[in-house]
């Protein structure tokens, strides 16, 4: 079982960044694709980015490239991301979600692993 543990939302002005984080409770981190899922009021759970195992391979969904990164410190049993140009319907609950796999999936029910979620509120 791996405890996923995820923090850094808040509140923001449109145009401003937030950085999430998400520590993960396994000896295996490296082993693992991590990703970031969101899910607005009302609105189903989205993917939003995703990272290899090595860091060699992220995936990003249309709407966030070129203003979300996501990295990983595997030293550190923690995954990044970093939002730039927030805007305000990327107001949401971001989850960070773990796949024992290490493959890229978008559909999150195929992820294994689940943190709480913190909130993002980008205001006008």
């Known amino acids: 079982q791996v405890q996923l543990v995820a923090a850094g939302g808040g509140l923001v002005q449109s145009g401003g960044s937030l950085r999430l984080s998400c520590v993960a409770s396994t000896r295996t981190f490296s082993s693992y694709h991590m990703g970031w899922f969101r899910q607005a009021p009302g609105k189903e759970r989205e993917f939003v980015a995703s990272i290899s195992g090595g860091a060699t391979f992220a995936r990003y969904v249309g709407f966030v490239k070129g203003r979300f990164t996501i990295s990983r410190d595997n030293g550190k049993n923690t995954v990044y991301l970093q939002m730039n140009s927030l805007k305000p319907e990327d107001t949401a609950v971001y989850y960070c979600?773990?796949?024992?796999?290490?493959?890229?999936?978008?559909?999150?029910?195929?992820?294994?692993?689940w943190g709480q979620g913190t909130q993002v509120t980008v205001s006008s």
């Open positions: 979600a773990a796949d024992r796999d290490d493959i890229p999936r978008v559909d999150p029910t195929s992820w294994n692993y």
